[in-house]
């Protein structure tokens, strides 16, 4: 009974994650990352390659990135590596929640608009308004992947 009680008490706990995006912004909540933008608003798009290197890392190349508050992305993103990967762009403690959450659950689907799963040799895209000023992540939140070396930073800077 114990262990049932508990079941229901972690798969409440990842409902969220399932359904809500990236544990804030799906309730009615701001993210402080940004917000979904729209392409035709885009006024760069940044090209990013995730992929795996024979010395054992898991890559995105750049893995840094330079906005301006208020701008516009349209991060182009392609798989080239053999494995899947994701890009997810959040607050670090939110990376981090989310990274243990998967952890647990590597089989998590998503559906949320700071985020992508692409499978090798696949694209896609993720058009994003950065309305706040700051640091935050990226990150391939496939267990072992961020670990591995897949994360990087977007510096939001004020106007």
């Known amino acids: 009974m114990k262990a049932l009680i508990f079941g229901l008490l972690v798969a409440a706990h990842a409902s969220p994650a399932l359904a809500a995006g990236s544990h804030a912004g799906g309730h009615g909540e701001a993210m402080v990352v940004g917000e979904p933008g729209k392409k035709a608003q885009a006024t760069q798009t940044i090209q990013v390659t995730m992929k795996e290197t024979d010395d054992g890392k898991m890559i995105f190349t750049p893995s840094t990135f330079n906005v301006s508050k208020g701008q516009t992305i349209r991060f182009a993103i ?62 391939c939140l496939v267990p072992g992947h961020y670990d591995a070396g897949m994360h990087g930073d977007v510096t939001v800077a004020k106007k």
């Open 78 to 139: 392609k798989n080239a590596g053999e494995l899947d990967h994701e890009f997810v762009l959040d607050q670090e403690d939110k990376i981090m929640e989310h990274k243990a959450v998967m952890e647990k659950f590597p089989d998590m689907e998503h559906d949320d608009p700071n985020a992508i799963r692409l499978a090798a040799g696949e694209s896609g895209e993720i058009v994003w308004k950065f309305t706040n000023d700051g640091t935050f992540k990226i990150a």
